[in-house]
C-alpha cells in the first residue's frame, strides 16, 4: 500500500551498487539534507517542501557543433595519401606541398584521420606536425616497440 510521505521499500533498485554517477550524486543529496534544518527535513518529509533540480549555467549552453566549411579540398582522398606513406618525413613533405591545406582544411584532415591525430592546433606548422607525429610516426614509434626494442638484451 502506497502511503503519502512514505517509501515504498518494494520499488527501490536492487542492484547492491549504485553506479558512479548516482553515488556522487547521492554523497551531494545527503550533504545538502545535512545542511538543513529540522522544519525544513519536516517539510520535505511531510511532502509541503521539495528539492528542486537547476541545471547550471555551463551546463544550459551548449557548445555548438562546427559545420564543415565546403572547401574545394577532397578530405578523403588526402587521408587516404597520408595512410599509404610508411615515413613520418613522407607524411611532412605532402602536407607540406599542398598550399590548399589552409588550417581549417588540417583540422579537418586532423579530425577525419582518428583518434591518435590531435586536431588541436591553431596554426599549420602545429597541425603538420600532429598530423606527422599522429600517423606515420605513430606507426613508426608501435613498429618499433612491437619489434622487440624494449626485450633485446
Known amino acids: 500500500m502506497n502511503v503519502p510521505g512514505r517509501i515504498d521499500i518494494e520499488s527501490l533498485p536492487s542492484s547492491p551498487l549504485p553506479s558512479p554517477p548516482l553515488a556522487i550524486a547521492l554523497q551531494k543529496a545527503v550533504a545538502l539534507l545535512e545542511s538543513l534544518s529540522r522544519e525544513q527535513l519536516e517539510d520535505i518529509a511531510s511532502g509541503e517542501g521539495k528539492l528542486v533540480y537547476q541545471a547550471s549555467q555551463a551546463r544550459s549552453v551548449r557548445r555548438r557543433e562546427v559545420a564543415p566549411r565546403p572547401s ?12 599509404r606513406f610508411t615515413k613520418p618525413g613522407e607524411v611532412a613533405d605532402y602536407l607540406q606541398s599542398r598550399v590548399e591545406f589552409t588550417v581549417p582544411v588540417l583540422k579537418e584532415i586532423a579530425r577525419a584521420l582518428g583518434p591518435t591525430v590531435n586536431s ?11 598530423i606527422v607525429e599522429g600517423t606515420a610516426g605513430f606507426r613508426v614509434r608501435s613498429a618499433a616497440m612491437s619489434e622487440g626494442a624494449w626485450s633485446r638484451p
Open 120 to 130: 588541436t592546433g591553431r596554426t599549420k606548422s602545429q597541425l603538420r606536425r600532429d
Open 72 to 83: 574545394g579540398v577532397d578530405i578523403d582522398a588526402a587521408v587516404a595519401d597520408i595512410n
